[in-house]
């Protein structure tokens, strides 16, 4: 069956510093990948989606990026952290043609 | 480019009772529209989703969502409210112009109360 990791689960980062936050599936091959973020009292805000190695297309411009190095891998950064950047940040995929995105369980970011 | 709206922050019902959580949308085209549950600090589940067909979309844990082309909403209900359906309810409706990406509203806390 298919699964989908995300790490960490919380992490409290100083302005300024640098971000990773990695994101795997096992399970499938080729899915289509998804960064959200839910920022506190509001909706899922869609990030990055990517089809296929190296392909990343961005919704919002903004300070992350992003990056598909692996088939199921799929990785936020960013070079310097913002107070805005806090936030619930979820990962996501779905097989092509699929319907139903399934999410990793988040991680809590927060930008001191 | 489509979009759906949650018109209520936050709903509570009392246990037992039948609950409704709204949501409209607006898209160009046929839609295809879901609801996803979310309880604290953890990712977003499936609930159901309507693509074509029987306007009344039957889903896990009871819920079920109503489809009205006429009045554009798709409105989640649960005919008896348990205590452990309190959590956050987005509904989504996906991209029409490319990836099968999702577009969220701002989601509706549901609170029953015992």
């Known amino acids: 069956s298919q699964t989908i990791h995300q790490w960490p689960a919380t992490l409290v980062q100083p302005v300024g510093s640098p971000l990773s936050l990695e994101c795997t599936v096992e399970g499938t091959s080729n899915p289509n990948l998804y960064w959200y973020r839910q920022a506190a009292g509001r909706g899922l805000q869609l990030l990055f989606y990517?089809?296929?190695?190296?392909?990343i297309s961005s919704e919002v411009p903004q300070n992350l990026s992003a990056s598909r190095p692996q088939d199921r891998q799929f990785i936020l950064s960013s070079k310097k952290l913002l107070l805005s950047d806090s936030g619930f940040y979820l990962c996501?995929?779905?097989?092509?043609?699929?319907?139903?995105?399934?999410f990793g369980s988040g991680t809590q970011l927060s930008v001191l | 480019a489509q979009s759906v709206a949650q018109p209520e922050d936050q709903v509570n019902v009392a246990e037992g009772n039948p609950l409704t959580v709204k949501c409209t949308y607006s898209v160009s085209g046929n839609p295809y529209l879901f609801w996803y549950v979310q309880y604290p600090n953890r990712g977003l589940q499936f609930l159901l989703k309507y693509i074509t067909g029987d306007n009344l979309v039957k889903g896990s844990y009871g819920f079920e969502a109503e489809f009205n082309k006429s009045q554009t909403s798709f409105h989640l209900k649960k005919p008896s409210a348990l205590v452990s359906d309190s959590a956050l309810y987005f509904c989504?409706?996906?991209?029409?112009?490319?990836?099968?990406?999702?577009?969220f509203g701002t989601g509706t806390r549901l609170t029953v109360i015992p």
């Open positions: 990517s089809v296929g190695i190296g392909q």
């Open positions: 989504a409706v996906r991209d029409q112009t490319g990836a099968n990406n999702l577009f």
């Open positions: 996501a995929w779905n097989g092509q043609g699929g319907e139903k995105l399934f």
